[in-house]
């Protein structure tokens, strides 16, 4: 009975991701012909259709802030990647638009992938030209106002790891645009919705903005520092997390 639980709350789940997609795909397509409506669609994915998924899941955001994003300026957003529920997670913590920088796999899941082409800057990480041009479309949607998220550890990790490796990419990327990077730790996510199919359920999901890390003095020599000690302020949280 139990894994029969497991199997109608992922069935839910995809039901959930798709009919608000189906649903708006006149609006959200019109919303995607330009660059300019990109604040629209942000707003859009946000409210109609994270959070829904969220409280459709029984998963109920609580979030703390130990500093708030400033309307109208841009952050590269960085956080530990254990499940899909932190796309709809991080779109719920920041109120900035932004685009996410994703692998070009996720194009293949059926009508979540039709947008995710169109909205996201897609990288190959097998490709040089690829991770090159991501600079290039980066630069692009910040000179709009917009932020950048990525998740550092360039893929989800196996669930037993806590927290892998950083790559410099967000780290290089938050230098060479002199841009705040903002630590984000996601405690539950993995817990509520893991890769392990027959696992889950409904809870809280809880994050944690972090104090931001300037760059406005840092050098691309200054990449590997900023990395680990990015990469440390989440691995501290989620060892000995200090949740009120």
């Known amino acids: 009975m139990k894994n029969i639980g497991h199997i109608i709350y992922r069935i839910w789940f995809y ?3 798709a009919v608000p997609i189906l649903l708006f795909f006149p609006f959200l397509l019109l919303l995607t012909f330009s ?9 859009t994915a946000r409210n109609l259709w994270a959070r829904p998924i969220l409280y459709g899941m029984g998963c109920f955001p609580k979030i703390v802030r130990e500093q ?16 899909m529920l932190d ?6 913590v920041s109120r900035n638009p932004f685009v996410f920088v994703g692998k070009k796999e996720l194009v293949k899941i059926p009508i979540f992938g039709f947008f995710y082409k169109r909205v ?9 030209k690829s991770r090159t041009g991501v ?11 917009l932020s950048i998220c990525i998740f550092p550890e360039g893929g989800v990790p196996d669930e037993k790891v806590v927290l892998d490796a ?3 990419g967000a780290f290089k990327m938050a230098i060479a645009h002199k841009i705040p990077v903002v630590p984000i730790t996601f405690y539950d996510n993995k817990k509520r919705f893991s890769f392990t199919f027959f696992s889950g359920g409904p809870g809280r999901v809880r994050a944690r903005v972090h104090q931001f890390f300037e760059t406005g003095i840092l050098s691309a020599e200054d990449t590997s ?20």
């Open 35 to 43: 660059e300019s409506t990109y604040p629209q669609f942000f707003w």
């Open 87 to 92: 796309i709809m997670l991080m779109l719920v």
């Open 15 to 17: 039901v959930l991701v």
């Open 120 to 128: 996201c800057i897609m990288v190959d990480r097998d490709d040089i």
């Open 166 to 168: 950083f790559k410099d």
């Open 225 to 244: 520092t900023l990395r680990e000690e990015v990469r440390d302020v989440i691995w501290n949280e989620l060892t000995d997390p200090s949740w009120p």
């Open 68 to 83: 708030r994003m400033v309307r109208g300026k841009s952050y590269m957003l960085v956080a530990n990647h254990t499940s």
């Open 135 to 145: 600079y290039r479309r980066a630069q692009k949607r910040l000179d709009q106002g």
